[in-house]
């Protein structure tokens, strides 16, 4: 696959460069020259690939490597993930079974095997969480919970923007993805671009108790414009970013943007509430990251009356950072560790 940047499209780039940097010569992110695009048969066959091969595929097809299910087995276990029912409807995504529980872990991992030591590149980390959700939506299929003709909503912690970006992308190539929705803690641009169709790009991102979402301007959102409105938008937006002004998307642009797209701002206190809530309604514990995430879902709810399933990403466990948790419960760390040792 030959890549193009957000910035520009006269030239083309190998695989190599997408997998190994994370900006172009022009300061651009590498995307796509030509996007790929899965039919009905190939969405289907999803259902009959265990999990480890479809991110093999994927990674194969974006990267031009030669995983097999096997180099991922290998790589990042047989398991490194589960997908459990909070309710009917509501889906959770485990992606932290590893010894870190983070899946962080599983990104280093294979950018490890693939390109040797150094922090995995932005390309890399969109095609990596790609592969997962085409993972986890084979499992709902098996399930009968998505299809070709049945979409499933997902919500995913806003951040940099790359797991934002990884649904869009998976999206538009088939995956049955409904709604994208993009779960922010106090730092709301994104919301405010969403839903006023403007946002500052001269705020400094706050300091919060989530800081894995704390972005003023995330990083991958050039990403998004780029997809929406192409290279002259991303000028554009580029320009006022430099600049410090108002970033204002075209009309196409902006409604682009809003197109099945939904921006969720979740407060300090609401994370901490649904912690102890989550786990006397469906038994589950959840870090603040995933709390944070499962609130912006049942606001997005509140606010349209949408009803179909939805998955929820969940990429800490509450093992990896367990005080806060505990606080949150009001417990002790050694009390929280009795229960998850029961789970």
């Known amino acids: 696959m030959l890549y193009v940047t957000t910035r ?24 796509p020259m030509k996007m790929p ?19 093999a595929d994927i990674l194969n097809l974006l990267l031009g490597c030669r995983l097999t299910a096997f180099d991922v087995d290998f790589t990042v276990g ?40 150094g922090a995995p590149s932005d390309w890399f980390r ?20 998505a299809g070709v003709n049945k979409c499933v909503d997902l919500a995913v912690l806003s951040g940099d923007f790359s797991a934002v970006m990884a649904a869009w992308y998976a999206r538009h190539w088939g995956l049955p993805i409904g709604n994208i929705v993009l779960c922010c803690n106090d730092n709301n641009n994104p919301w405010e671009l969403l839903h006023h169709g403007e946002m500052r790009t001269n705020t400094v991102a706050l300091s919060t108790r989530t800081p894995e979402g704390d972005y003023a301007v995330p990083t991958d959102l050039e990403r998004f ?47 901490q509430s649904a912690i102890p809530n989550v786990y006397r309604t469906h038994g589950e514990v959840f870090d603040p990251y995933t709390a944070l995430v499962y609130s912006g879902l049942l606001d997005y709810r509140a606010g349209t ?31 929280l560790e009795a229960i998850l040792n029961l789970q």
Not at 246 to 259: F, N
């Open 8 to 31: 520009s499209d006269n030239d083309a780039y190998t695989a190599h460069h997408a997998l190994t940097e994370n900006r172009a010569p022009d300061g651009g992110f590498y995307v």
């Open 37 to 55: 695009r899965f039919d009905r048969e190939q969405i289907e066959s999803l259902k009959k690939r265990p999990f480890n091969q479809c991110v």
């Open 78 to 117: 047989r398991s490194p993930v589960r997908l459990e029912a909070l309710s009917h409807r509501i889906l959770l995504a485990q992606c932290w079974y590893n010894l870190d529980w983070d899946y962080s872990r599983m990104e280093r991992s294979l950018y490890e095997r693939l390109a040797g030591e």
């Open 126 to 145: 969109i095609a990596l969480r790609i592969g997962v959700l085409f993972g986890f939506f084979g499992k709902l299929m098996r399930r009968d919970i």
């Open 225 to 271: 414009v780029h997809g929406c409105g192409g290279c002259r938008e991303v000028q554009r937006f580029v320009e006022n970013v430099r600049e410090g002004r108002m970033y204002i998307p075209s009309d196409l642009a902006y409604e682009a943007m809003q197109r099945m797209t939904y921006a969720s701002v979740v407060g300090h206190a609401r994370i």
């Open 305 to 335: 009356g949408e009803s179909k399933p939805a998955l929820i990403l969940s990429d800490k466990g509450p093992n990896a950072d367990p005080e806060p948790i505990a606080g949150a419960m009001g417990i002790t760390v050694e009390e």
